[in-house]
């Protein structure tokens, strides 16, 4: 049973566009909503994350928003950029382990 | 980059053969954490510890088995390795981050092929 689904596994996206990636879990016990961005040959580094008591969270260009009621949360990239191309890690966590979502992959295109 | 290494970086074996790989912290973080990566599976627990001598499963532990006899050393072991452990490895950290919550960060990984 896979705790953490993400969609859309790919993603295209012209410069200046929005980028959208979703999230969706089962276990209720999560408590903190992490998203990571990993570049090729590199280990994933945290982006942004949030806490269930929070609806959204905005770092610079990055947005996450969180629906408690439908257990389902959602990585909004403004303005996209070449450099944001990478694969897009939701993940899912409770008392220190977490649980990833499958990844996508967004290409940002020039 | 939370001062965590591995190694090798990057190894070829046969199968059946041991494999033994190392993951360095600097940081004397207390949990420490072992991952597969592998395409259209994301990231997946092998084991994890959560302090010198103390280790637990994760979901995808068979054919694993790891060892942490000091803080900074967290060793991941393939007693007999098999083809279907190609993959690449990322050991991770976590510590206390600004939102009260433990934050992840991850090593630069260990690409294994067995042949």
């Known amino acids: 049973q896979q705790q953490v689904k993400q969609s859309p596994q790919s993603l295209i996206v012209q410069k200046g566009g929005i980028s959208i990636i979703n999230c969706a879990y089962e276990?209720?016990?999560?408590?903190?909503f992490p998203w990571y961005q990993q570049f090729p040959g590199k280990g994933p580094a945290l982006l942004i994350a949030?806490?269930?008591?929070?609806s959204e969270k905005k770092e610079g260009r990055f947005t996450i928003s969180f629906n408690k009621s439908a257990k389902q949360f959602s990585l909004h990239i403004m303005d996209s950029q070449p450099g944001d191309s990478a694969t897009y890690f939701c993940?899912?966590?409770?008392?220190?382990?977490?649980?990833f979502g499958d990844g996508t992959t967004l290409t940002v295109k020039p | 980059d939370a001062g965590i290494t591995q190694s090798p970086r990057h190894k070829v074996t046969e199968t059946g053969t041991p494999v033994t790989l190392r993951c360095h912290q600097t940081e004397n973080h207390r949990y420490m954490y072992w991952y597969r990566q592998d395409p259209g599976h994301g990231l997946r627990l092998i084991h994890y510890?959560?302090?010198?001598?103390?280790?637990d499963k994760g979901e995808v532990s068979d054919g694993y088995s790891v060892s942490r006899s000091k803080t900074e050393d967290f060793l991941l072991t393939l007693e007999s390795a098999t083809s279907s452990q190609t993959s690449v490895y990322f050991c991770a950290i976590s510590r206390l981050g600004l939102a009260g919550v433990d934050e992840q960060f991850f090593g630069p990984g260990t690409r294994l092929t067995v042949l």
């Open positions: 993940a899912a966590s409770s008392a220190g382990k977490s649980t």
């Open positions: 276990n209720t016990a999560f408590d903190y």
């Open positions: 510890s959560y302090g010198v001598k103390d280790t």
């Open positions: 949030i806490r269930p008591d929070v």
